[in-house]
């Protein structure tokens, strides 16, 4: 097989954890990038390392296991002659500041899209500009500070880079940046009252800064967060490897795909609970978007929890609201089979049970769940078999979108996701089974025959059109 790892030059930023409704209930906001008072960051403990950064191997970070908080140690030495880095982190970087000041019409606005549209921004301002960091040997490192942030982030890219490199790929992704901590402040116009981002991490796709294409930003922990018990997300190895998912994700994707699928067109609806109702007749460019973005979460999701065999215990212990995003559970938060025939969406008052098809992480766990238990009916149950499979199966999925963009056409990407996971299932395993044929339909039913498409692929016990 053939992997392409690209770094990607597109603008391109999104928060790619799971979000969920606001609520005075602590347990509904642990998800959500959250507008909180400003959090406390910690100076650098000693910036002043002459000779850059000692061997790690000797060091503890803090993870979390999804039952309690772990001290491990690295299990390579992290070593440079001035800065902190890996195979799959170029640089860590820490001091960024910046304030937007938001129009007093939007005081009360919760979501950080509105906040940040030219309806609502009145200005920006960088106060600070981000630095390489280096950390000296043999330092004890407060909880929450920059420096126990980074290197328990490191701890679980080191868990990462084990992972990929027990499959079979050519190459591993050229390297991202990690931002650490950054302080990004929202002020309204009269200055009185600001509110920091924290309580998330993201992947995010930018030229911003200089050197630096693409980026993973671990936000700051919120005092009231902590105060709740739970790690802060850089504590929690799996986030992490979600996060690197969406960077392996884009980085199998060809030039012309990027810049066809490139940026997430926000879309909402007065009738957003219903899953093959918003596949089929959310508008084309949008829907089409925002479902490359739904594989996306749905590539990402897998890695994470094929990185810790086969398992999101860390992510799900955390809070309810993230159940329906283990890949091997079969049920969305609302009780209901993972499917994108789905008729009875209602709105919930209580964040567990919410479930919204316009989400992207809906959509995500959904093609995860679909995703995993194809290759779980062949017989295939080792995580390192299964991320191998994960890899080819993205790979193949970009070809084919990058093929139809070539030849003018443009099926859809969900028809392509679906074609390339059966593609590459048959190949392997040869034509589909009757069981594994109702499977697909149960998960998919009629969402594709507004399309006018049908499935190119289809197994021998499969009636046709598949769908």
Known sequence: MTNRFLVSSLAFVSLLTACTKASEDKEAKVGETRLSPAPTILPLIDGSCSQGVATFDQLDFTLWNGQQLTNSPFQQNWTSTDRMESNLVNQFLYGFQEVYTIKDKCRFTKSLNELLSPDCLEDSNVTSNPRVLRICEGQNFPRNSIEAASLSVAGAFDLVETFLSSLDLESLPDSTSVLVLPDIQFAHSDQKTSVSLTDNAAWVLSERFVGVPTYIVVYPASEDYLESGRPPFWEVPWIVAHEYGHHLFYSLLPDNVRVEYGYLTEWRDSKPFHGNWFVNQAPADAKDQRLMTGINEGVADLLAHYVFGNSSKQITSLSCVF???????????????????????????????????????????????????????????????????????????????????????????????????????QERWGALNADECQFIDQIFGDVFTKQQTMLEVQGEACEAPLF
């Open 323 to 425: 159940d329906q995003r283990n890949p091997a559970s079969e049920e969305l938060n609302d009780g209901q089979v993972k499917s994108f025939v789905y008729e009875d969406g209602k709105l919930s008052s209580d964040p567990c049970d919410f479930v919204d098809f316009t989400d992207v992480h809906t959509i995500g766990s959904v093609l995860a769940y679909f995703v995993d238990q194809t290759m779980t009916k062949r017989g295939v149950t080792e995580p390192q078999a299964k991320g191998q499979m994960l890899i080819e199966m993205t790979d193949r999925f970009a070809q084919l979108l990058a093929d139809d963009i070539k030849e003018g056409g443009k099926p859809g990407v969900m028809i392509r996701f679906v074609t390339a996971v059966i593609q590459i299932s």
